[in-house]
């Protein structure tokens, strides 16, 4: 379907100027979820909170709805594709529920591996793209190996491959965090997923359009009165 | 600013328009093009430029207004300044494009800022008879037709990324400024990144001829372009195309003035 643009109907100096008909640029993120045992009660009743907030706010943005592509991963007990990529205007936000141990390693390299994945399924369709992000939320810390999935995070950051953040709740293990991300990790300030998923919505509908360039600059979720404590 | 848009063998048609995300954010116009006609001794020549301001950058919109001019200025000097044969090379190419960093480099010691605060994309055509060279830095694009295609000289320079380009201002642009020549070339556009995703063809990498050829149709037919520059302002600031993009966006046209654009 090609969009015919009828420009000054009644006089079209330039007759009718044809759009090529691209697919939209995307900006994929994968959202990380520890649903271990530990989460359950208030911790996962607010994160699902949450969630349904980050779908409501990207979707309400007409330009970042086309192109913010979700995809979440579960761990807790085991390793679960909830969703797979999606734009947000066609994304539903799950209802998780928590159990079991903490798989952390083994979810980060299926993360990675998703991202790479899906950048070159981006590539083979002619579909621009931006950096695409891994966010991971915890709270605790990893009950498998997780040495190789670190090293993974520390190649793909420094060939730009892509941007991971980790944020733990209380009792994550923040030691093995900072071993994990090369971004220092965030320690959520009590159960405020809702404000933590207000500013990653409207910190990537500023990703998704932005211009060649432009370095975007987060808006920081550690001063005072926000979400982050670092 | 006056615009001689007919001269003898071309008529040309240009504008920059802001982006609706810089009138939102209180910014300027970043982009800018500039074109004209050299008169020299091997006939006439067309020299055109078109540059996007980094949005990162705070002063970009001085950067692309220095770069287009600048480069015009260079470029007309050296076709006037010696036989036109010895401009068809690479190596005067890149002198052109160095001659336009230095300028931006001086500019920014004049203004106490870094060049990477003028940062902008530089692309550009001069074609005489039977000759073009096209260059282009950065993203955007070339558009040029010799016979029946509307061919896209470059593919659009940027890293893996989107939001990543190449830029004058960068110590390294030498490396990444790529050059072309083609024989004789009727009509030619250029469009800043502002207009990749509706004008040009990312699947195929080519140019979406649809878009282009109404444009030179009225173009060719008009007895003087003058008169369509408030059109084509009118259609880069269409709901149609802010739709598309929020981003400036800059279109320049140039036809033969011979019928048909010299088909």
């Known amino acids: ?230 | 600013m006056g615009q001689n848009l007919s001269g003898t063998d071309w008529k040309l048609l240009y504008a920059s328009v802001t982006g609706t995300s810089h009138v939102k954010a209180g910014l300027p116009c970043q982009d800018f093009s500039l074109a004209t006609e050299v008169e020299t001794a091997g006939g006439s020549v067309l020299v055109a430029a078109c540059s996007d301001g980094a949005g990162s950058a705070a002063m970009s919109q001085e950067g692309s207004r220095l770069a287009c001019s600048q480069f015009v200025a260079t470029a007309s000097r050296m076709l006037t300044s010696r036989s036109v044969g010895d401009c068809i090379n690479y190596p005067k190419v890149m002198e052109w494009y160095r001659e336009v960093a230095g300028a931006l480099h001086a500019r920014s010691v004049e203004l106490r800022c870094t060049p990477r605060d003028l940062a902008c994309t530089l692309l550009t055509a001069v074609v005489g008879a039977g000759w073009a060279v096209l260059a282009q830095l950065g993203d955007g694009g070339i558009v040029a037709r010799e016979t029946d295609t509307y061919e896209l000289i470059f593919w659009p320079e940027s890293g893996e990324y989107l939001n990543t380009t190449r830029f004058i201002t960068d110590a390294d642009f030498e490396a990444h400024l790529q050059v072309a020549f083609r024989g004789y070339v009727r009509e030619c556009a250029l469009l800043s990144d502002g207009l990749q995703l509706v004008a040009l063809n990312f699947a195929e990498r080519n140019a979406h001829a649809a878009f282009f050829r109404p444009f030179f149709t009225t173009l060719r037919a008009t007895a003087d372009p003058a008169e369509l520059v408030i059109d084509l302002r009118a259609f880069l600031d269409s709901a149609s195309v802010n739709s598309r993009t929020d981003d400036d966006k800059t279109l320049l046209l140039a036809t033969r003035t011979v019928p048909g654009g010299g088909v």
């Not at chain 1, 697919?23 to 699902?48: K, T, Y």
């Not at chain 1, 936000?93 to 591996?113: K, Y």
């Open chain 1, 1 to 230: 379907m090609t969009e015919q643009v009828p420009f000054k109907a009644d006089q079209t100096p330039f007759g009718q100027i044809s759009f090529a008909d691209n697919p939209e640029p995307r900006c994929p993120c994968v959202l990380l979820l520890d649903v271990s045992g530990s989460m359950q009660g208030a911790p996962i009743q607010q994160l699902n909170a949450g969630l349904a907030v980050y779908r409501d706010e990207l979707a309400a943005d007409s330009l970042a709805a086309k192109r913010v592509e979700v995809a979440i991963v579960t761990f807790g007990g085991s390793v679960q594709t909830v969703t797979e990529f999606t734009t947000a205007d066609a994304f539903t936000a799950p209802t998780l529920t928590s159990q079991g141990d903490t798989p952390m390693g083994e979810a980060i390299t299926q993360a990675i591996a998703m991202v790479t994945d899906r950048k070159r399924i981006y590539r083979e369709n002619g579909i621009a793209y931006y950096r695409p992000w891994i966010f991971m939320l915890t709270d605790g810390g990893p009950t498998d190996s997780w040495k190789s999935a670190a090293e993974q995070v520390r190649q793909a950051e420094n060939a730009k491959a892509l941007a991971f953040f980790a944020v733990g709740v209380a009792g994550a293990n923040f030691d093995i965090l900072k071993q994990i991300s090369t971004r220092e990790p965030l320690r959520l300030d009590g159960l405020r997923f809702r404000d933590l998923f207000q500013w990653l919505s409207s910190s990537q509908q500023s990703v998704s359009r932005s211009q060649p360039g432009e370095e975007v600059a987060l808006q920081n979720p550690a001063t005072p009165g926000g979400w982050a404590k670092i």
